[in-house]
């Protein structure tokens, strides 16, 4: 039998300024999304999950939850930018227009700047401008995240499958 490895995520060696990485899939919103995540974080700011509300504020229907875009869009970058590593910082979010339940969003990360670590030379930093856009071609957020980044030979994630045994 030969054990074939799936994809494991891009490493500091792999990332080269200009590269751009999309996202293979692609995420639609529902409105359970947005509900449970704003109740989940305690945002009361009705425009999220009351439709009277966002009518009365210039909107047909709630709008979703900032937070839930980010955290859609940045989670379908995880597998291009940051599975072998982690966030350092963001340095802005822009949102420019609004998601709402039944829009898919896609992720698009451009990588900025690399460098290798000062304090951690089994680690590189990376920069990347992201956008997360909808499924008519709009960009819904953008945002530039600094992560820091395993060296493929440094990584714990190698060889963490348990070796399987009878019983």
């Known amino acids: 039998m030969t054990i074939k490895q799936g994809w494991i995520g891009r490493f500091y060696e792999d990332f080269e300024v200009g590269d751009v990485y999309r996202s ?33 504020a210039g909107f047909n229907k709630p709008l979703v939850n900032s937070i839930v875009t980010l955290a859609v869009v940045a989670g ?8 072998n590593g982690f966030a350092l ?6 949102l420019p227009t609004p998601v ?28 990347v401008r992201t956008r997360g856009i ?12 600094t992560v820091m980044v395993w060296k493929r030979a440094c990584a714990p994630n190698r060889n963490v499958f348990p070796e399987p045994r009878e019983g």
Do not use: C
């Open 100 to 127: 709402f339940a039944g829009d898919t969003l896609f992720s698009e990360s451009e990588v900025l700047e690399k460098r290798e670590s000062k304090s951690r030379p089994e680690q590189g930093i990376v920069k």
């Open 89 to 94: 910082g963001w340095d802005y979010i822009r």
């Open 24 to 56: 293979r899939i692609g995420r639609t919103i529902t409105d359970g999304d947005n509900v449970l995540f704003t109740l989940m974080s305690n945002n009361t700011n009705q425009i999220h999950f009351n439709v009277e509300y966002a009518r009365a």
């Open 134 to 145: 909808k499924q008519d071609g709009r960009t819904a957020i953008e945002y530039v995240r």
């Open 76 to 83: 379908l970058g995880v597998a291009d930018v940051s599975e």
